[in-house]
Nanobody
């Protein structure tokens, strides 16, 4: 069964950190570039970060310097280390293939004091 399963979301205070994980299964993960996408309440989808099969990383301007994407091809996992979180980072975070043909169910991050 092809699936992406995110974990690691939760409630965090402004300035805090959180690590998101995504477990991939059912497809050749190591041959696929991957990304994180988020959707804030009442807003559309927003690309956050991506990583290609060669581990080259890409970030949206708002994520540069605060978020770090990584992957473990042996374990079939994707991670997003998030630091210095702001209330504006509150959103449902999705793991997705680069071409967005596969999506996880999302994990909620709420940044609030």
């Amino acid at each position: 069964q092809v699936q992406l399963v995110e974990s690691g979301g939760g409630l965090v205070q402004p300035g805090g950190s959180l690590m998101l994980s995504c477990a991939a299964s059912g497809f050749n993960y190591s041959s696929r570039s991957m990304s994180w996408v988020r959707q804030a309440p009442g807003k559309g989808l927003e690309w956050v970060s991506g990583i290609n099969v060669g581990h080259k990383t890409y970030y949206a301007d708002f994520a540069e310097g605060r978020f770090t994407i990584s992957r473990d091809n042996n374990k079939g996992t994707l991670h997003l280390q998030m630091t210095t979180l702001e209330p504006e980072d509150t959103a449902l975070y999705y793991c997705s293939t680069w071409g967005h043909d596969l999506w996880g169910q999302g994990t909620q991050i709420t940044v609030s004091s």
